[in-house]
């Protein structure tokens, strides 16, 4: 294929200019073309709405970032030595782009009137009216990339299985020596046999275990019931009951946290390595000690900082030094000296949420820095140094609750990778390494164009680096979801009666337990109205938010014909207790559709209670509550984790019902909301939109799915 012919170049842009007409001046060369703009600046119009679409990166610094490509672009096709004056050559490129672009324009529209129409000045001037039609679209883009949040990715996560299988490695058989199966059966006999219980408080826990919704396979730290010898000797003489001292001393939660969440992490980031990395990636093997002691090294994970922030809440155990630097000491992280940490504490069982908030404000943070950043979150609760063991009714309730769980999300802002985002990449990667060798910015320009080689050669090294496919496939393509919108948070901690429902206090012995006051469910049912209040404008089709504004005008109608009949009633002397006495319809309260707006529904698993009250006032199908229900059911109220294994049951596909039922799985496009509540009062909301297909049969869920 021969070369295109260069283009004419004339020297400071107005004598032998075959046209006579405009000319782009770059230094001291002029490129006249009056009908076809010049190839470069198409290449610097490209690159700028690349640019700006997928980074999200300051305007400003956009535009003179491309700016500096463009002038190194023009100087080496018009063969010319590097200008020195890099920025301000720059500055005069864009006026030249906006005055040319304002030039095109009145053509073209002086073109409309000569030829008597639009679609005869298009026809007569094509490749002008591309380019205004480019530049229009570059000023649109310009004019709301501020307002437009950044793309955040969840690139994937796992639950902790606290299943031990043969073939495990040492951590995760270590974690089911610490947490085991405890059943409705076995719980009962343990606090029977810690001897601290009055006959009504057993009766009450026995009670309320039986109607919590729990099945017989959830977990809790086995220092807090009855080995399987003590309760085999126990179910064969029951009159003897055997001597159990739970053990809820601060080694003990510490340890419950290490081997509930750190296989968890190593499995999630071995995980991605190996999709990130697949020719680097050599094992998933961990080293650890043989008893189960906190792993120093995360073998397996290539030695590249992979994370730059770890995000964990825990409400209830909030250890000195904190939990997120406890897991990046034994992770023992690469750059673990860059890595931001921080803690989330007493924020009840929506803090998971609240963490996937607070990672969304970094990523968005670092997209606007045009930094790429990936942030780990963990979300769990610990039950060593929370059961209860006192009498008072209120605070005994979380013990047939609560069981361990935890769940690791890693999340990422990286975009998509392009051809010209690439390109744009690349050449900053350039002018970055450029400037620290040669001092500035400009001068690592004209050094590179005037093919500095030392420079120019670790520049290319640094570039590779960074931005060519070596790195494997963008965090995007390798994400399941993307989150849709920023979090929705409601909190009611104004409400003095919805701030203490949920309450940690002392009963009148001393003993230290979480109180759920009696008006919990009014205090929830008032969060999550004003939460989805705020959430359904968001999510819900306008065909539904019509027909939900239609369904109020009706019902208020209904409602004030009610009220009339009553003043007439009471106009004629009839008895006011029965005249006021409210029918249906003014109870009736009118809810959209929020099926319309949801494929999937992971609903916080608080207990049998509280799956009901979400359905009855939602008007959501058993099907739809099917995965929350069975993940209630298969590891108990989990706290914040507890939306994360109801994710997992969705895609595993294990519910007998549902839209995921069946092994159905997730389909790509299809959109999930998780819904979470919390002390203080706390109701949050997720949405998430599922990048591609996803249907995985996670090992926390393999037990289920055999039986």
């Known amino acids: 294929m021969s070369a295109a012919p260069a283009p004419e170049v004339h020297p400071n842009g107005a004598a032998g200019s075959p046209s006579g007409g405009m000319g782009f001046r770059v230094g001291s060369y002029t490129r006249l073309d009056e009908q076809h703009p010049p190839s470069f600046i198409k290449g610097y119009l490209a690159v700028l709405e690349d640019v700006v679409s997928p980074l999200r990166v300051p305007i400003y610094a956009t535009a003179i970032a491309a700016g500096i490509v463009a002038v190194v672009a023009a100087t080496q096709a018009l063969g010319g030595e590097a200008p020195t004056n890099a920025v301000p050559m720059t500055l005069r490129l864009l006026a030249a782009v906006a005055n040319d672009a304002a030039v095109w324009a009145q053509r073209l529209a002086k073109g ?11 026809k007569a001037h094509p490749q002008l009216t591309a380019v205004v039609l480019v530049v229009l679209a570059i000023l649109r883009r310009l004019m709301s990339a501020r307002g437009r949040r950044a793309r955040v990715f969840l690139v994937d996560f796992e639950v902790t299985d606290m299943h031990a299988r043969p073939g495990d490695d040492k951590a995760v058989y ?25 006959e009504g408080a057993i009766n009450f826990q026995v009670k309320v275990s039986e109607r919590s919704g729990l099945g017989d396979d ?50 999630l980031l071995a995980r991605y390595a190996a999709q990130k990395f697949p020719a680097r990636f050599v094992s998933t093997t961990h080293s650890g000690d043989a008893s189960g002691g906190a792993p120093k090294a995360l073998d397996g994970v290539p030695d590249v900082p992979l994370i730059g922030a770890i995000v964990t809440n825990c409400s209830l155990f909030t250890p000195t030094p904190s939990l997120s630097a406890m897991l990046l000491n034994a ?95 690349a050449a900053r990667a350039l002018l970055r390494i450029a400037a620290a060798c040669t001092g500035t910015a400009a001068a690592g320009a004209a050094h590179l164009v005037s093919g500095g080689s030392r420079v120019t050669a670790r520049a290319l090294l640094g570039a590779r680096s960074l931005f060519l496919p070596s790195r494997g496939p963008s965090d995007s393509a390798l994400a399941l979801y993307e989150l ?26 001393g003993n230290l337990g979480i109180r759920l006051e009696k008006n919990l469910m009014a205090a929830a049912g008032k969060a999550m109205s004003r939460n989805i209040t705020e959430l359904g404008p968001l999510v819900l089709p306008w065909s539904e938010q019509i027909r939900y504004l239609i369904s109020l005008v009706l019902l208020w ?69 099917a995965a929350s229900r069975l993940t209630l059911k298969s590891f108990g109220n989990t706290s914040s984790s507890s939306v994360w294994y109801s994710l997992a049951c969705h895609e595993s596909g294990v519910a007998a019902s549902g839209p995921s039922g069946d092994g159905r799985g997730i389909r790509r496009g299809d959109v999930i909301w998780q819904l979470g509540f919390g002390s203080g009062f706390k109701a949050n909301s997720a949405v998430w939109v599922a990048r591609r297909d996803v249907r995985r049969l996670h090992s926390a869920w393999s037990e289920v799915a055999q039986q």
């Open 218 to 267: 959830t977990f809790l730290p086995r220092c807090l019931f009855l080995s399987d010898e003590a309760a085999n000797e126990y179910d064969r003489n029951p009159s003897e009951s055997p001597e159990f001292t739970p053990s809820q001393s601060i080694d003990k939660a510490r340890e419950e946290f290490l081997h509930l969440v750190v296989p968890t992490c190593r499995k």
């Open 557 to 625: 109608n209904e409602k004030r014909r009610r009220r009339s009949q009553l003043k007439k009633k009471a106009a004629v002397g009839e008895d006011s207790a029965t005249a006021h006495a409210p029918t249906k319809e003014e109870k009736k309260v009118a809810v959209p559709d929020f099926t319309t707006a949801f494929r999937h529904f992971c609903i916080h698993c608080g207990g049998r209670g509280v799956l009901d009250e979400v359905e009855k006032q939602l008007k959501l199908s058993e099907g739809t509550m």
């Open 112 to 122: 409309v009137e000569d030829n008597g129409g639009i679609v005869a000045a298009v």
């Open 174 to 198: 270590a974690a089911s020596k610490l947490v085991g199966q405890c059943s409705n059966k076995r719980f009962v006999q343990s606090i029977l046999a810690s001897q601290v219980f009055d």
């Open 484 to 509: 849709r919108h920023a979090v929705v948070r409601t909190n009611l901690a104004a409400d003095d009666k919805a701030y203490r429902c949920v309450w940690q206090g002392e009963d009148g012995d």
């Open 331 to 425: 992770l023992q992280l690469p750059n673990g000296a860059h890595v931001r940490t921080y803690s989330l504490g007493g924020m009840g069982c929506s803090a998971g949420l609240i963490a996937l908030d607070l990672a969304d404000q970094l990523l968005q943070a670092a997209t606007q820095r045009g930094e790429v950043l990936r942030v780990l979150v963990v979300s769990t609760e610990n039950i060593t140094q929370n059961l209860f063991y006192g009498n008072e009714r209120c605070m005994l309730l979380p013990n047939a609750l609560f069981r361990c769980g935890a769940a690791c999300i890693l999340m990422s802002n990286e975009p998509p990778t392009t051809a010209a985002g690439a390109a744009y990449g």
